[in-house]
């Protein structure tokens, strides 16, 4: 989410209603034929004189076709953007990428009901991660899940990136993120401990590249309130970005390694402290107490007694330096 700065791709400036496809799938999101079952035989739309209520006009997608509704803050944006790339990235592959994300295709009405949904689809790839980790998941590994064949499963989702995508954005939607309005601390600390047990439950996500975060819609949401619990606290934008990857980078990081040393508990069947209680010989027959003077002077004061401090004890010590952070941002500069 905060590496490199990533091209722009403007879902809704090129059209909504028929976005194209590679030829290698059956997806699209192509809304034609639900559309003719509402059209009367001449070709106007049904309607009941009384009954039918005016639809809310649909909000625009994308910088630009906000900007050219005039929406005013993505009129700002779609100029920062263009300064920013002189090209908009626009593959058949991305394309249909994130029109799953953002505008998946409607469950059939018509002919014979499909034996699955996406979000059955969805739902098996997730269940295949959570037993086997992203290492096992594979197209024919999620339609032996499904109980159908694996090529029946392209007629829901071209392959098996968009279909993490979809895993990722379905396991995002479970975040109970901090409302607008909230103290910044309880705000961020909430975000964070969201996060940190989100990894817990699903930790197939930290097998991701988190870099490179699908652009979906609850993962979106999740920057927003990150982004949204510190932009009032008079840090600057970019303090806020690189506040946020701070916080975000250390409950990935942490929850990384809690999985991992989980992961080896349960296949050794020996805990942290007693793996470390096997290998005690090796400070009375190896540690070099002149090659490591600092480490010896920590140890002898006790400074690695303590048992490594829980999840809640190293955020608030995190918070308390964002907190300095706020008070040097707010304090001016020295007279």
Sequence with gaps: MYGKRQ????????????TEVGEDTH??????????GDLAPSGT??????????????????????????????VQAAEHARAQFTEVVRTPEITRRLALLW????????GRKPRLTLDDVVRAGTAVAQEGGLDALSMRRVATELGVGAMSLYTYVPGRTELVDLMIDRAYAELDLPAAGAPWRAALAQYAHELWNLYLRHPWILQTNMWRAPLAPHVLDAQEAGLRTIVDTGLSELQVVDTLGLVDNYVQGLARATVAERTERDATGVGNDEYWTTLGSFWEDWFDVERYPVMTRV??????????GPFDASLDRLLDAVEMAIDRANSGPAG
């Design 103 to 110: 505008d998946p295709p409607a469950p059939a009405t018509r």
């Design 299 to 308: 140890y002898v004061a006790g400074g690695f007694d303590a048992p490594q």
């Design 7 to 18: 091209a722009l791709v403007l879902p809704g400036s090129s059209g909504r209603d028929a």
């Design 45 to 74: 739309p049904q309607t009941s004189p009384a009954t039918q209520e005016p639809e809310e006009p649909e909000r625009p997608l994308g910088v630009v076709a906000a900007a050219d509704a005039g929406v005013a803050s993505a």
């Design 27 to 36: 997806v699209t999101t192509d809304r034609t034929d639900e559309r003719d």
